[in-house]
């Protein structure tokens, strides 16, 4: 080969080896195109956003209170049929009275003892659970209840749960005035009996609030 052409094939080689050095930096290097000085690459990747946990939240519940019940009526005559049914206990310490507790509108019942009013509601539950008793006949329970003063306490022990009352008023009202049975939002008791002493012309009222319920005694053997 002549001695003039050499220089110009060496460097046609350097042109070629040099773009070829460029294109093999550019596709393992910066992924992108060569344009005279400047090398366009591809934006970089963001990182994934960091999911937001949100603070826990509890669902809100609502809580559905005891239906009241209604008290059955009372019938005409004081001894119409009806069941004996034995309730639990009763214990008033002001008075020194402890005695079974029976359930019942009729004297069926109330003349074996104090006798829980049915449709009332159960010692210890919202509501007002009613009881009616004797003060002069049979074992005369209620002979003292017109003693009792706001703070005395009451006690049933009624299916196996221990209910503790604690008296707010007494009170005399007349024979016609059912609504001393009335149902209460709030747990309360009301005990009752004819007044005065010997006579059934009115009744005598003790009202009472809630004061604590709990694990007791309430069968009666």
Request: proline fraction near 10%.
């Amino acid at each position: 080969m002549p001695e003039a052409r050499r220089p110009r094939l060496a460097a046609v080689r350097a042109v070629v080896v040099t773009v070829a050095a460029v294109f093999t930096v550019n596709a393992c290097g910066a992924f992108g195109t060569t344009t005279g000085e400047q090398t366009l690459t591809a934006p970089p990747r963001l990182p994934s956003p960091t999911p937001q946990l949100l603070p826990f939240q509890a669902i809100p519940t609502t809580t559905v209170p005891e239906p009241l019940g209604i008290p059955i009526a009372i019938p005409f005559d004081s001894y119409a049929t009806e069941p004996v049914v034995e309730y639990g206990m009763i214990e008033i310490p002001k008075i020194g009275l402890v005695h079974r507790l029976y359930q019942g509108v009729t004297l069926h019942n109330i003349d074996r003892g104090p006798s829980h009013w049915p449709g009332t509601a159960a010692p210890g539950k919202r509501g007002n659970a009613v009881f009616a008793g004797h003060r002069v006949t049979w074992s005369h329970p209620f002979l003292r209840v017109d003693e009792l003063i706001a703070g005395d306490e009451v006690t049933f022990r009624v299916d196996g749960v221990r209910s503790v009352y604690r008296v707010t008023e007494t009170l005399v009202v007349w024979p016609e005035d059912t609504w001393i049975a009335d149902q209460t939002a709030e747990p309360t008791a009301t005990l009752y009996a004819c007044h005065p002493l010997g006579s059934a012309a009115q009744r005598i009222v003790v009202k009472m609030a809630l004061a604590s319920t709990g694990a007791g005694e309430g069968s009666v053997s």
